[in-house]
């Protein structure tokens, strides 16, 4: 198996994970992330206390690169400071636009690495930073 295809079973496992696929009690943040281009549709929510993300979860609907690159963001977000998450979106934001390409320095994205090659299908890149550009406009 290489790694495409160990990152293409990435994306496929946590775009049917139902794990952050829920509402929170009480959320601090709702945000609304649509992607016209490909019928993608999330509500991200957020519960923030103290600038750290406590909890977060995440409803919609969407193709398989939207659903996965959400759930796999609230992974890494969740219990993270503010500031740490915003970090974390400019990073995945330069991977998937290719100012970034080492491997190491792209470390800190995890699982999220799996969209590393998305960036060569122009068509599916607005699905990938779904989430990522939801959460952005929220940080700054
Ligand atoms: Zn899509």
């Known amino acids: 198996m290489n790694l495409d295809d160990v990152y293409s079973e990435i994306i496929i496992e946590n775009s049917r994970s139902a794990k952050n ?29 103290g600038g750290v993300i406590k909890d977060a979860a995440f409803s919609g609907d969407g193709c398989a690169i ?8 609230i992974d890494l977000i969740k219990g993270a400071k503010m500031e740490k998450a915003g970090e974390l979106v400019e990073l995945f934001l330069a991977m998937i636009q290719r100012r970034e390409s080492d491997d190491s320095l792209l470390e800190p994205l995890e ?16 699905c990938a930073v779904l989430p990522w550009r939801t959460l952005e406009k929220e940080i700054d």
């Open 21 to 49: 696929r829920r509402k929170l009690a009480n959320p601090t943040h709702s945000l609304l992330g649509v992607n016209p281009s490909c019928g993608d549709e999330i509500i991200l929510e957020l519960e923030v206390e």
């Open 66 to 73: 939207s659903q996965a690159s959400t759930s796999i963001m």
């Open 111 to 126: 699982d999220a690495l799996a969209f590393k090659n998305v960036a060569n299908m122009p068509a599916r890149v607005k």
